[in-house]
């Protein structure tokens, strides 16, 4: 007598363990999602880790194996990562693998292609290592999914292959702080104007340009404050060089470096305008926050910002590389609180619109049916693998 279909198991592949971006944590959020989908996420990583620790939180099963580079060892340690792949994923009975970087997606095609089992590449990214690395990878998968319009167009091999399917990351509900308990958590003063940035600290994320509109913001409010949320690479003098430039031109202790925080998204209410002069994205996944959290965005227009921000309605967006700009859009919302409030308003109705977690699930669940063969009815007493020796190496 037949049962109920079976569940089937979808493997994500990670090359870090930690949440290190926000690809790690859309990895979190969509196998969060596919629970009770008739799907069974299954999560493969380095080892323990807060990534690892995020998904037992929200009752994901993980298993533990290392993906070196591929030249490790001469390759021989990427050989027998792929062995050791092939027979986790043939062993706790995987009927799909879903990858999120290069790395991950070539064991996730090569061990795909061993055993017959279909392979989704999500692709976060808007540059490409090379060419030739994005033709092997394309060649390797079934599918792939694109966060952004632009991310598609990253090469000629994605752009032209059918199995291009553009998903824009979408975020559960996030349980925002009040601006005056952000503020607090960030020890931040109850009134002056903030500009934060979030993420890696660095100079492809616009660290200069951001600076040079605080300049800007003070003059017309002079207390204003930037704030950066995110680390630091402790082997740069630029943490030292940024206070002293402040300084050089009256804004001194203007400038916090606030370092890493787990919870950041949470804290964003403590800002009263976001600012993303970085000079490529493929979706910024805080620019989708911010949006949520109804904090204003001044933008860089690279990548698929634009595919989240409405030029002057939901957003302001500069030219890339343009502190000048920057600075004027940033100072035009200092100058008029409502051009910011209305400005996150129309930003919290087109995040509702377009970036719910509901609306990206159906679509990559979607994308899963297209490659999946049918499924039949499974035996009341038929039984799936299960992870054994979590959080231990997966071994021969």
């Known amino acids: 007598m037949s049962g109920a279909l079976p569940e089937r198991t979808i493997a994500f592949l990670s090359e870090r363990s930690d949440l290190y971006g926000g690809g790690q944590r859309s990895l979190c959020d969509l196998a969060g999602g596919l629970r009770g989908r008739g799907l069974r996420p299954l999560a493969i990583l380095p080892g323990p880790g807060p990534l690892a620790e ?3 939180r929200q009752g994901t099963e993980w298993a533990a194996l290392p993906l070196p580079a591929v030249l490790s060892l001469g390759g021989i340690g990427a050989c027998v990562a792929l062995h050791r792949l092939v027979r986790l994923v043939r062993r706790l009975g995987v ?3 879903h990858s999120d970087s290069p790395r991950t997606a070539l064991y996730a095609g090569l061990a795909g292609r061993l055993l017959r089992r279909p392979h989704v590449w999500h692709l976060r990214a808007s540059r490409a290592s090379s060419a030739g690395s994005d033709r092997l990878l394309v060649a390797l998968c079934d599918r792939i999914v694109s ?3 632009a991310a598609g167009e990253r090469s000629s091999a994605v752009r032209r292959s ?11 509900a996030i349980q925002f702080l009040p601006r005056a308990e952000a503020r607090a958590a960030l020890d931040l003063p109850p009134d002056a104007f903030i500009c934060g940035v979030v993420g890696r600290v660095e100079e492809d994320k616009g660290r200069d340009d951001a600076l040079a509109a605080l300049f800007a913001v003070r003059r017309v409010s002079p207390a204003a404050l930037l704030v950066f949320l995110g680390p630091v690479d402790s082997r740069e003098h630029w943490a030292h060089t940024c206070s002293l430039r402040a300084a050089a031109a009256g804004a001194a202790g203007a400038v916090r470096l606030l370092g890493e925080r787990p919870e950041a998204a949470r804290l964003l209410r403590a800002f009263d305008l976001l600012l993303h002069p970085s000079r490529h994205e493929a979706l910024p996944r805080v620019v989708i926050e911010a949006l949520f959290a109804e904090v204003p965005v001044v933008a860089a227009e ?9 030029p002057g309605r939901s957003g302001l967006l500069v030219p890339p590389g343009d502190p000048e700009a920057l600075g004027r859009a940033a100072a035009a919302i200092a100058a008029s609180p409502e051009i910011g409030r209305s400005l996150a308003r129309a930003g919290l109705q087109r995040a509702r619109e377009h970036f719910g977690i509901e609306r990206m699930i159906a679509e990559i669940t979607a994308v899963y049916d297209e490659i999946l063969p049918e499924r039949r009815a499974a035996p009341r007493d038929g039984r799936r693998g ?10 021969p």
């Open 302 to 310: 690279v990548g698929g910002v634009p595919e989240i921000i409405e």
């Open 162 to 172: 059918p199995k291009t399917r553009v998903v824009h990351t979408g975020l559960p």
């Open 95 to 97: 009927d799909l693998l």
């Open 54 to 56: 995020a998904l037992e």
């Open 386 to 395: 299960t992870v054994e020796g979590r959080a231990r190496e997966a071994t």
């Open 147 to 149: 966060v952004s319009r």
